[in-house]
């Protein structure tokens, strides 16, 4: 299984950026999708999620109202738009799939820098 982040840079606070995660060797759709993030000398937390379907999401406090996640089934790709970017919102930010309770497959990160 694979995961490949992408999408990731420099952007300007109040910027937007969308990420890419496009998976493979797995059955996509079989799985909900996940991104993470962390940051330098923190955790790795959770950012937002979405069901197999598409049909539900879940989004950490600190992105609510600024990230959207999606997903294509027919590209395998889980996407992560997020606007009004702060410098906060810094970190790798990580894919993950799982077809369980737990986040079984994780991505190698794309990095994210909100600076002017």
């Known amino acids: 299984v694979q995961l490949q982040a992408s999408g990731g840079g420099l952007v300007q606070p109040g910027g937007s950026l969308r990420l890419s995660c496009v998976a493979s060797?797995?059955?996509?759709?079989?799985?909900?999708l996940g991104w993470f993030r962390q940051a330098p000398g923190k955790e790795r937390e959770f950012v937002a999620a979405?069901?197999?379907?598409?049909?539900?999401?879940d989004y950490a406090d600190s992105v609510k109202g600024r990230a959207t996640i999606s997903r294509d089934n027919a590209k395998n790709t889980v996407y992560l738009l997020m606007n009004s970017l702060k410098p906060e919102d810094t970190a790798v930010y990580f894919c993950?799939?799982?077809?369980?309770?737990?986040?079984?497959?994780w991505g190698q990160g794309t990095q994210v820098t909100v600076s002017s």
């Open positions: 993950a799939a799982k077809s369980t309770a737990y986040w079984q497959h």
């Open positions: 060797g797995l059955t996509f759709s079989y799985y909900s």
């Open positions: 979405i069901n197999r379907s598409g049909g539900g999401t």
